[in-house]
């Protein structure tokens, strides 16, 4: 079983009895199509611009767990109104194990392609700097997703 943000997202969601907001959900029924269709057919320019209305509209709630997808904090505006709502953790796992929890999974549109792995490091590469700015990073590629929870309410002791 992977650790996908879902997965520790719905987890610590139930852990914490709060609600949990996938972002990349949320997106989908705003557009009513997937992420992969939204990219294919409208571009990633315009699936940032529904993702920063998304984030702007979750991060005025209170009291919830968000999923987001792994761009979302690379725009500055997304990441400062993410941290003014609260912890952001970054989760992060090795491009090898990336690989094997993404395998058969249409809904990456940035992984899709030849050399999926290369992708994943150049991804991970570009995006290292805005990874940087969570206020805690876990890194789970060893972990399953009740030890990633575990790991986070000790860490931010919820």
């Known amino acids: 079983m992977g650790t996908g943000k879902s997965e520790v997202g719905k ?3 139930q ?3 709060r609600e949990f907001v996938d972002t990349d959900t949320v997106i989908e029924q705003a557009a ?3 992420i992969a269709r939204i990219f294919a057919e409208k ?3 315009y699936f940032r611009e529904l993702e920063k209305r998304v984030i702007r509209q979750v991060c005025d709630k209170q ?3 968000i ?7 690379v725009n500055v505006d997304n990441a400062t109104c993410l ?11 090795t491009p090898e194990t990336i690989i094997q929890r993404v395998q058969g999974n249409n809904d990456r549109p940035l992984l899709q392609g030849e050399e999926p792995l290369t992708k994943i490091q150049s991804l991970l590469a570009t995006r290292a700097e805005a990874y940087a700015r969570a206020d805690i ?20 002791n919820l």
């Open 11 to 13: 987890l610590l969601a």
């Open 15 to 17: 852990r914490l009895q």
């Open 32 to 34: 009513g199509q997937t």
């Open 43 to 45: 571009g990633e320019l």
């Open 63 to 65: 009291g919830i767990v």
């Open 67 to 73: 999923a987001t997808g792994g761009g979302t904090i």
């Open 83 to 93: 941290k003014e709502s609260g912890t952001v953790i970054c989760l992060t796992a």
């Open 137 to 156: 990073t876990i890194e789970t590629s060893a972990l399953n997703p009740s030890e990633v929870v575990e790991h986070i309410l000790t860490v931010v």
